[in-house]
């Protein structure tokens, strides 16, 4: 059945954009990047990806996106882009226009502006009195010696990224993953998010999956195409994600520390769904179909599950 889900509240706004795109017959992939665009433009949430979003250490909002194409494979991505609203478009562009499939920095800059984007001031007063207030500059800009670097909490209450997966009507999967990162990251960091694999993977041939939550956790296991395989294996969404929280857990079990919040959601080749949690991560996530959309919350797998 034709289906699209979306990652926390604010995919509620691109589960609606996107069934209403599926619901007049668009690709997927058209359907996720409207949905994931709509969320872009809002900048009514502080903390979800786009303008007015939560910048890094010295005060720069850079985003990552990435897109991909589960009937061909075809994928494209960007990574610390600067001063362009749509970084999920700039990267469809990148699957579209070029041999390549993944832009950083200045060169995804220059390819969006070559493509006619225009160039904006994505700052708020808003974001950028509580980075002032915050004033992350001033704290030591690199972890110290005597512990793991402290993350972010990432709930319900502070996230940012648009992970959109859809199942349109000719049975075809479609994905898109758009972030500011994590909020106050070190300049240069780029987490799970625009990685093909990581933070997204789409194949018609075994499902999508997507991920959120603290991505140096999602790319030290592979979390999507973890998850994408395990269905290809014949587990149903809801296992495969579940088994990729416990890999998470295992992972973080072998570096003695306590596992992060992370949180993956999937759907399979017939739209059938699935999401899973590590503890506290309090994922809930949109699913649309039938012309409506509900709110789900993920179940959570504890360390020890
Ligand atoms: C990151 N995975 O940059 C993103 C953060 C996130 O909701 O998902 N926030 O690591």
New binding site residues.
């Given amino acids: 059945m034709p289906t699209i889900i979306a990652?926390?509240p604010f995919g509620r706004l691109a589960a609606e954009t996107g069934l209403a795109r599926i619901a007049r017959g668009d690709a997927a992939l058209d359907a996720a990047l409207a949905g994931a665009q709509a969320v872009e433009d809002d900048t009514t949430s502080r903390t979800s990806v786009g303008f007015g979003s939560l910048p890094d250490r010295i005060g720069r909002l850079t985003l990552?996106a990435c897109v991909m194409d589960g009937r061909t494979l075809s994928c494209g991505a960007v990574a610390g882009l600067e001063h362009v609203r749509h970084p999920a478009a700039v990267a469809r562009r990148v699957m579209e226009k070029t041999p390549h499939v993944f832009l950083v920095g200045e060169g995804a800059k220059w390819f969006a502006l070559q493509e006619g984007f225009p160039l904006e001031y994505p700052y708020t007063v808003a974001a950028m009195r509580e980075w002032e207030e915050k004033n992350p500059a001033r704290r030591p800009p690199v972890p110290k010696k005597d512990g793991p670097a402290q993350m972010a909490d990432?709930d319900e209450h502070?996230?940012?990224?648009v992970?959109v997966l859809a199942h349109d009507q000719k049975g075809n999967l479609g994905g898109v993953c758009t972030?500011?990162?994590?909020a106050y990251?070190l300049p240069g960091?780029?987490?799970?998010?625009p990685i093909i694999g990581a933070?997204l993977y789409v194949d018609d041939q075994a499902g999508a999956a997507g991920?959120?939550?603290?991505?140096?956790e999602?790319i030290r296991i592979g979390g999507s195409l973890f998850v994408v395989e395990q269905m290809r294996a014949g587990k149903t969404p809801q296992e495969a994600c579940e088994l990729a929280c416990r890999r998470v857990n295992a992972a973080a079990a072998r570096r003695g520390v306590h596992p992060a919040q992370v949180a993956f959601l999937a759907l399979d080749p017939r739209g059938n769904h699935g999401a899973a949690c590590t503890q506290r991560a309090n994922f809930v996530y949109a699913v649309g179909r039938d012309g409506r959309v509900e709110m789900v919350r993920a179940r959570e797998v504890p360390p020890t599950a």
């Fill in positions: 990652t926390w990552d990432i502070n996230h940012d990224t992970t972030t500011s990162g994590l990251k960091r780029v987490g799970d998010s933070g991920a959120t939550g603290v991505g140096e999602i």
